[in-house]
């Protein structure tokens, strides 16, 4: 199974401070790399597909960027909402896996 | 507005067996495939299994493999996770999502989730 190493495990940060999570797979897995936020005793959301088209209704300060096995999570100006853990997650072979998560704590 | 809801979930002895299900709302079960994806406590995702949307096409993690099973009844907007042989490490919270199709696309809709604690 491909398996997905984020980093880093944990950020404090600002608000309005630039973060960037990145996420590499084990191997290449094309744009099938998709960004999830999810804040406590929350489901998971999602924010980036395909590495970097947004989802419906995300804030434009998440983007995503990458392909082939590296791959990028940035939050531009972030905000204290923002504090949540991140999961990368590929889709592109069976099974599918989940990175083991980036929490985001703002100061 | 789509939305699943799980249930099922509850406490259950190790070896024992649960059946979780999850209803979909708000859209065309039968056009999407359907995902089980679990969270351990203070732990991170991970996803267990994905099935088409006529059914005949499943997928599992090898953690689950032969022990857990999916299946779906689109005449009542219901996927279901059937679990046996059930361990302490798959205590966890249990969501359903609904996939745009079985591969690539990602789970776009969840639901709240649905505890399940194994021990004795």
């Known amino acids: 199974e491909i398996v997905l190493t984020q980093s880093p495990d944990f950020q404090s940060v600002t608000p309005k401070e630039k973060l960037t999570i990145t996420c590499r797979a084990s191997q290449s897995i094309g744009s099938s790399l998709h960004w999830y936020q999810q804040k406590p005793g929350q489901s998971p959301k999602l924010l980036i597909k395909?590495?970097?088209q947004s989802f419906s209704g995300v804030p434009s300060r998440f983007s995503g960027s990458g392909s082939g096995t590296d791959f990028t999570l940035t939050i531009n100006s972030l905000e204290t909402e923002d504090a949540a853990t991140y999961y990368c997650?590929?889709?592109?072979?069976?099974?599918?896996?989940f990175g083991q998560g980036t929490k985001v704590e703002i100061k | 507005e789509e939305q699943l809801v799980e249930s099922g979930g509850g406490l259950i002895q190790p070896g024992g067996s649960l059946r979780l299900s999850c209803v979909g709302s708000?859209?065309?079960?039968?056009?999407?495939?359907m995902s089980w994806v679990r969270q351990a406590p203070g732990k991170g995702l991970e996803w267990l299994s994905v099935?088409?949307?006529?059914?005949?096409?499943?997928v599992y993690a090898d953690s689950v493999k032969g022990r857990f099973t999916i299946s779906r009844d689109n005449s009542k907007n219901t996927v279901f996770l059937q679990m046996n042989s059930l361990r302490a490490e798959d205590t966890a919270v249990y969501y359903c999502a609904k996939d745009p199709n079985f591969v690539p696309a990602p789970s776009t809709v969840w639901g709240q989730g649905t505890l399940v604690i194994v021990s004795s």
């Open positions: 708000g859209f065309t079960f039968n056009n999407y495939a």
């Open positions: 395909y590495a970097s």
């Open positions: 997650h590929q889709t592109s072979r069976l099974p599918k896996t």
């Open positions: 099935i088409g949307g006529s059914g005949g096409n499943t």
